[in-house]
């Protein structure tokens, strides 16, 4: 199984800080992703990744950055938090041989 | 543009009823259509998965069927149990390790 862990399960953060939320995959996956899901939105792709240092925007990118520094790890980035971001965040990776696995989500509200 | 989308929103079926949640998808170079299981407080977890070159794939109780010409996929779960109540989502890619694109989630509560 992808086993896929997220640094927080849930976060308080206030309008305008910048806001940082880990990623991490153990199973030596090249692809990573971030997804933002929001009741009958479904989820919504906001940046991926197909390497280290590398990164494409996804649907939503306004208001997000993302670093992948090493192949396991991959952050999301709030520069500045805002109220419609208050959302939950989730992380995944992928092969293709197990295809795309799911951390368990970091619920943001963003006072 | 929503490139995936899935009917119905919500679903309420009887303990041993058949629950059948339904996905069109418009982009024609999709090849990869996985459907995930989500249980509240969880992430989303890979339930089955089917590629355009068959019409149907089974493992235990559910089943996707696959229309290429309309360029539908739906699930059915057979026998459905109070514990299948979850959110389900269906989704579409180009690989299997690419990018998915996700419909919007039918929540399905099967009743005891």
């Known amino acids: 199984d992808v086993k896929v862990t997220q640094s927080s399960r849930y976060l308080v953060k206030r309008t305008g800080e910048k806001v940082f939320l880990e990623c991490v995959q153990d199973?030596?996956?090249?692809?990573m992703f971030w997804y933002r899901q929001d009741p009958g939105l479904g989820l919504r792709l906001i940046y991926f990744?197909?390497?280290?240092?590398?990164?494409e925007k996804g649907d939503i990118p306004e208001g997000y950055s993302v670093s992948r520094e090493k192949k396991e790890r991959f952050s999301l980035i709030l520069e500045s938090a805002s109220t419609n971001q208050t959302s939950m965040y989730l992380c995944?990776?992928?092969?293709?041989?197990?295809?795309?696995?799911f951390g368990p989500g970091t619920r943001l509200t963003v006072t | 543009q929503q490139q995936v989308k899935q009917s119905p929103q919500s679903l309420i079926v009887q303990k041993g009823g058949i629950s059948i949640i339904n996905c069109a998808y418009e982009?024609?170079?999709?090849?990869?259509f996985p459907w995930y299981q989500q249980f509240p407080g969880k992430g989303p977890a890979l339930l089955i998965a089917i590629r355009p070159d068959v019409s149907e794939k089974k493992e235990g109780r559910f089943t996707i069927s696959f229309n290429k010409s309309a360029k539908q996929f739906s699930l059915h779960i057979m026998d459905s149990q109070p514990g299948d109540s979850a959110t389900y989502f269906c989704?579409?890619?180009?690989?299997?390790?690419?990018?998915?694109?996700f419909g919007s989630g039918t929540q399905l509560t099967v009743l005891p």
């Open positions: 989704a579409a890619s180009i690989g299997s390790a690419r990018q998915l694109t």
């Open positions: 990744s197909y390497d280290v240092k590398m990164k």
């Open positions: 995944a990776s992928s092969s293709p041989q197990q295809g795309v696995g």
């Open positions: 982009n024609t170079a999709f090849d990869y």
């Open positions: 199973m030596d996956h090249e692809n």
